[in-house]
């Protein structure tokens, strides 16, 4: 098992930023890669990004890229979610995961759920 707990979401202002932290315990970190999910209110739970579990590699959603960035600290056991130039439609509930599937990006191949932290973006 492993137990993920998210924290840093909140309320910003659209152009602002947000930085996401994701703390797992339990079975060994390192071993999984891990994802950033958002879930908006009636809709489905769509990918945001995912990191390997080394670090060298890091992927997106087109509708984030080159304004987040994910990171991983394998000491800390912990993932980031850095959120600049944020925007309305940004607004969700943020879910970390974990996975033993390489570069997966559906809900499906990610075994492991932290609870989901909201951030809700004003215009």
């Known amino acids: 098992q492993v137990q993920l707990v998210e924290s840093g979401g909140g309320l910003v202002q659209a152009g602002g930023s947000l930085r996401l932290s994701c703390a797992a315990s339990g079975r060994t970190f390192s071993n999984y890669a891990m994802g950033w999910f958002h879930q908006a209110p ?24 080159g304004r987040f960035t994910i990171s991983r600290d394998n000491v800390k056991n912990t993932v980031y979610l850095q959120m600049n130039s944020l925007k309305p439609e940004d607004t969700a509930v943020y879910y970390c995961a974990a996975t033993t599937v390489l570069r997966a990006t559906l809900p499906q191949n990610y075994r492991y759920w932290g609870q989901g932290t909201q951030v809700t973006v004003s215009s």
């Open 42 to 65: 009636g809709k489905e739970r769509e990918f945001v990004a995912g990191i390997n579990r080394s670090s060298d590699s890091t992927y997106y959603a087109d509708s984030v890229k």
